[in-house]
C-alpha cells in the first residue's frame, strides 16, 4: 500500500513539476486545460505577486513607491487577496505632493515626489557626487493607477478622495510642463550628455526634455482622465482631456518614431537630437499602451528577432539574441551610449560590460508583460504565448526560482546568471506583473469605468482558460472554454450565472449598470 502511494505521489509530482523550482502556490487564481502550466502561474505569482512563497527572500510584494504606482496597480487592482489590494490604493493618499497637506518641496506644485520620503531619487552619489536627481515618470503613473483601482473597485468614494490630487499632479503636466500643447517638457533634465540627469526608473540613463516613456505614460493618463472626469460629470474636464488625447498618437510617432530605424527612441533632446540605443522596453511599451500601429509593431517585431550586438560579459557572453536570458527580452539591442550614461551607481571597477546590467541589455522580468501584451494587440497570439511559457519554464528550471540573495550567498542563479544582469525578485517588486498578463490578455479581462471588458484570446494549445477576480464588490469566476474545436469561446460566470458565446477577436462587455 504504502509502496503504491509513493509511486502515485512521485507520478503526480513528475507531471506537476517538470523543473526544479521548489516553489508552491499559495493563492491560486489561474487555471487552465494544462495541469503544469497552471501551477507555473501560480506558483509563480505567489514569489513574484504576492510574495507569500518566500524561498530563500524576505520579498516585500509591493513597491509603496511612487515610481512603482501604476506597476503595483497592474498587481493588485483586480484581487483583494489578504487585502492586498486595500494596502496598495491606501497607500496612493499617502504620495507626497507639493502643495497638498502641507507638503513643500523645491519644485512647483502638483510634482509628485521621485521617492516615498523624498523630492528626489535615491541617488545622491557616486559620478554626480552628493547631488539626487529628479524623476518624472511616476507623475503620469499616478493617474494610471488610480483609473485601474477605481475602475476595478466601483469605489466612488474613494475616486472623489483622491481625484483633486490627480488632478493637481495633470496640471503639473500640463501647465509646468506644457503638456497641454503637445508632449510634456522636461526642462529640469534635458536630456544632453552635459547637463542631463536620469529621469526615470531607468535610473542610470540620462532620459529628458521630451521623454518617450514619460510621454507614452502620459498619453494613458489623458484617455484615464476622460473616464474619471465622465464618472464624475466634469464635462469640461471631459472634453479637454479628450481633445488632448485625439491627436496623440499622431504627436507621438512624430516626436519619436524614426523611419530609418524602425523603431521608437528613448529621448529628444532640447536640441532635438533623438537618442537611441535601441531600447526595447520603451517599443513594447508603447504598443502596448495603444501607440503606433500594425506597420510600425511589424517593424518593432522584426528588429526583436534580428542579431542584436553581442553582449559582453557573463553566461551569454557574445550571444546576439534579443532573448539571450531566456526569462524576458534584453532591455536595449545596443550598449547604452556611453555620453547617455549616468555612472552613479557603477562598482568601483567601473561600468560593467554591454549585458552586465539590467539597465543596458540584460533584462527586468517585468517587460515580459507589454512583451505579451503587445503582441495580442496585433493578435500574434501564439508568439505572445511561447513568451510567457519560456518565462515560466526558465523559473521552473532554476532550483530557487530565479530568486536571488546575495546577503544569505546566492549571488547567481543555476545558469550563472546575477542579480543585476537578470531583473527578478528584490528589488524588483514589479516582476509580478508579467503573469498578470494571463488575466488582460490571454483569459482577455480588463476593468474599464463602464464594465468589466472580457475578450479572450486563446493560443492554439489551450482549450480551457480560468481566472478568478475581484470586481466591484463580488468575487467572480471568469472561465473561457474553446466550443467547437477553436471556433468559437464560450464564457461561464458561475457566481453570475452567466453562460455565453464570444466569437473570437469579440468582448463581452459585463456591466453592472444598477448600481451606479
Ligand atoms: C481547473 O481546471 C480543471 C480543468 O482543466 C478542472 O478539472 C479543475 O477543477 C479546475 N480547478 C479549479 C480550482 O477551478
Ligand atoms: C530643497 O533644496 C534645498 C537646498 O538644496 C535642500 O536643503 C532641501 O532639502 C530641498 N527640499 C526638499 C524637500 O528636498
Ligand atoms: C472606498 O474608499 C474609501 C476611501 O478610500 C475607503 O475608506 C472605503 O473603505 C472604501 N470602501 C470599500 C468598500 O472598500
Ligand atoms: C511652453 O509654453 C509656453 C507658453 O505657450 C511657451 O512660451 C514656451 O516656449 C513653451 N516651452 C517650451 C519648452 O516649449
Ligand atoms: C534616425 O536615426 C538615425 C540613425 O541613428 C539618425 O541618423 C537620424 O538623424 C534619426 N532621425 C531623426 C529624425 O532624428
Ligand atoms: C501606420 O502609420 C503609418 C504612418 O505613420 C502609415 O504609413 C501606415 O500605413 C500605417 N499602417 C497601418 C496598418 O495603418
Ligand atoms: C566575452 O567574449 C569576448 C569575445 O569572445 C572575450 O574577448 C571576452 O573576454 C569575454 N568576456 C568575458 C567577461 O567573458
Ligand atoms: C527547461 O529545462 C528542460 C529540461 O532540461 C529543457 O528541455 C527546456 O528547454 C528548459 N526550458 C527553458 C525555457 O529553459
Ligand atoms: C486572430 O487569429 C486567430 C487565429 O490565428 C483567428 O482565428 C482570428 O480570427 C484572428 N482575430 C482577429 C481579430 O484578427
Ligand atoms: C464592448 O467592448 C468593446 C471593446 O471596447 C467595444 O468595441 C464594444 O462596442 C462593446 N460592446 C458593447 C455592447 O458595449
Not at 127 to 154: E, K, M, N
Not at 312 to 317: A, S, V
Not at 393 to 414: A, I
Not at 455 to 478: E, G, K, N
Request: hydrophobic residues 35%; glycine residues 8%; aromatic residues 14%.
Amino acid at each position: 500500500m504504502l509502496f503504491e502511494v509513493v509511486i502515485v505521489t512521485l507520478a503526480v509530482r513528475f507531471v506537476l513539476s517538470a523543473g526544479k523550482c521548489p516553489g508552491q502556490a499559495y493563492s491560486t487564481p489561474f487555471n487552465t486545460s494544462s495541469p503544469i502550466l497552471t501551477r507555473q502561474l501560480n506558483v509563480f505569482w505567489s514569489i513574484y505577486g504576492t510574495c507569500e512563497e518566500k524561498l530563500d527572500t524576505n520579498d516585500n510584494p509591493f513597491g509603496d513607491n511612487p515610481a512603482w504606482a501604476e506597476w503595483d496597480a497592474i498587481k493588485f487592482s483586480w484581487n483583494n487577496h489578504n487585502g492586498y489590494r486595500d494596502h496598495a490604493q491606501a497607500t496612493l493618499s499617502r504620495f507626497p505632493i507639493n502643495g497638498i497637506d502641507g507638503t513643500t518641496g523645491n519644485m512647483s506644485n502638483g510634482f509628485i515626489w521621485s521617492w516615498m520620503d523624498s523630492e528626489r531619487w535615491p541617488d545622491a552619489r557616486g559620478s554626480h557626487g552628493s547631488i539626487a536627481s529628479y524623476h518624472f515618470d511616476q507623475l503620469p503613473r499616478f493617474p494610471a493607477a488610480v483609473y485601474q483601482y477605481y475602475a476595478w473597485t466601483r469605489n466612488r468614494t474613494f475616486l472623489q478622495t483622491i481625484l483633486p490630487r490627480v488632478e493637481f499632479v495633470m496640471t503639473y503636466l500640463l501647465v509646468n510642463m506644457n503638456g497641454s500643447y503637445g508632449i510634456p517638457i522636461n526642462r529640469v533634465n534635458d536630456g544632453t550628455p552635459e547637463t542631463s540627469r536620469p529621469s526615470t526608473y531607468m535610473d542610470q540613463v540620462k532620459s529628458g526634455w521630451k521623454d518617450t516613456w514619460v510621454t507614452m505614460t502620459f498619453y494613458t493618463a489623458l484617455t484615464n482622465m476622460v473616464e474619471l472626469e465622465k464618472v464624475v460629470g466634469n464635462h469640461n474636464q471631459m472634453t479637454f482631456y479628450q481633445t488632448l488625447a485625439n491627436n496623440f498618437g499622431e504627436i507621438f510617432d512624430g516626436a519619436f518614431w524614426n523611419e530609418s530605424l524602425g523603431r521608437y527612441v528613448g529621448w529628444v533632446d532640447r536640441n532635438g537630437y533623438q537618442h537611441d540605443s535601441g531600447y526595447v522596453f520603451i517599443n513594447l511599451e508603447a504598443l502596448a499602451r495603444g501607440l503606433g500601429n500594425r506597420t510600425k509593431a511589424d517593424r518593432i517585431f522584426q528588429w526583436l528577432s534580428e542579431p542584436a550586438d553581442p553582449i559582453g560579459i557573463g553566461p551569454h557572453n557574445g550571444s546576439t539574441d534579443v532573448y539571450h536570458n531566456v526569462l524576458a527580452a534584453r532591455t536595449t539591442t545596443e550598449n547604452v551610449a556611453q555620453p547617455d550614461w549616468d555612472g552613479w551607481s557603477d562598482p568601483d571597477e567601473g561600468r560593467r560590460p554591454y549585458g552586465g546590467l539590467v539597465e543596458s541589455g540584460g533584462t527586468m522580468i517585468w517587460l515580459t508583460y507589454y512583451d505579451i501584451m503587445a503582441r495580442l494587440r496585433f493578435n500574434y497570439t501564439d508568439e505572445a504565448f511561447a513568451i510567457l511559457t519560456r518565462m515560466l519554464d526558465r523559473v521552473d528550471n532554476d532550483s530557487h526560482c530565479l530568486t536571488f540573495n546575495y546577503e544569505k550567498g546566492r549571488p547567481q542563479d543555476d545558469f550563472g546568471e546575477d542579480f543585476v544582469q537578470i531583473g527578478s525578485n528584490f528589488p524588483f517588486p514589479e516582476s509580478g506583473i508579467a503573469v498578470v498578463a494571463f488575466l488582460h490578455g490571454f483569459v482577455g479581462v480588463q476593468a474599464k469605468i463602464d464594465g468589466l471588458y472580457i475578450c479572450p484570446q486563446l493560443p492554439s494549445s489551450l482549450d480551457f482558460v480560468q481566472a478568478q477576480v475581484d470586481y466591484d464588490t463580488s468575487r467572480l469566476t471568469i472561465q473561457i472554454r474553446k466550443q467547437n474545436a477553436p471556433s468559437i469561446y464560450h464564457l461561464t460566470i458561475p457566481e453570475q450565472q452567466l453562460s455565453v458565446d464570444i466569437v473570437p477577436g469579440a468582448c463581452y462587455n459585463l456591466s453592472f449598470d444598477s448600481s451606479e
